[in-house]
């Protein structure tokens, strides 16, 4: 059974860092690309990142790029995504998800894990 | 970056009936497009890709069709827990985007 389960969420300020991290089980990491995908309370969904089953090529949305950094340790079956200069309308649960094969969609996904930007 | 408009914003139906949800691309994105379910406090889920493909364990109620710039997603008798928000996507080109979503709701 494959599980994505978030972690490393919470409060921070506006300027202020956090990294999540998305534990994966139940099929072949590194087969697979992965991405995050965010969503604002209330809001839809908006794609984050994503990055190859080798962790060679990785892939942003301008409103985050140089900020973000999206990362995988396909060792330990883990996804990051390193989030910088944080700004308070990036309030929002964030997801992991894995992707299909050449990228046609993302087929299985986490809990989400909240990020609130405040001071 | 392929805006992808969703429509209608709202839908309202009975359960039993059909429903057709439809998402234009402001370019082509040959069959590069997907459809999620969301309900409330969960996690997306897949339904389709390859804008006509159902993911696997999705009923065979769900179906899309189109390609290029036109997609529709048709759901042919509602059951009660199909009444959710629905979201295409497009992988067709970079940034990956999102439709807004449209609603069904239980009329």
């Known amino acids: 059974e494959v599980q994505l389960v978030e972690s490393g969420g919470g409060l921070v300020q506006p300027g202020g860092s956090l990294r999540l991290s998305c534990a994966a089980s139940g099929f072949s990491f590194t087969s697979y690309a992965m991405s995050w995908v965010r969503q604002a309370p209330g809001k839809g969904l908006e794609w984050v990142s994503t990055i190859s089953g080798s962790g060679d090529n990785t892939y942003y949305p301008d409103s985050v790029k140089g900020r973000f950094t999206i990362s995988r340790d396909n060792s330990k079956n883990t996804l990051y995504l390193q989030m910088n200069s944080l700004r308070a309308e990036e309030t929002a649960v964030y997801f992991c998800a894995k992707d299909l094969p050449s990228s046609w969609a993302s087929d299985y996904w986490g809990q989400g894990t909240l990020v609130t930007v405040s001071s | 970056e392929i805006v992808l408009t969703q429509s209608p914003a709202t839908l309202s139906l009975s359960p039993g009936e059909r429903a057709t949800l439809s998402c234009r691309a402001s370019?082509?994105?040959?069959?590069?497009l997907a459809w999620y379910q969301q309900k409330p406090g969960q996690a997306p889920r897949l339904l389709i890709y390859?804008?006509?493909t159902r993911a696997t364990g999705i009923p065979a109620r769900f179906s899309g069709s189109g390609s290029g710039t036109d997609f529709t997603l048709t759901i042919s008798s509602l059951e009660p827990e199909d009444f959710a928000v629905y979201y295409c996507q497009q992988r067709s080109d970079w940034p990956i985007t999102f439709g807004q979503g449209t609603r069904l709701e239980i009329k």
């Open positions: 370019q082509s994105v040959s069959n590069y």
């Open positions: 390859a804008a006509s």
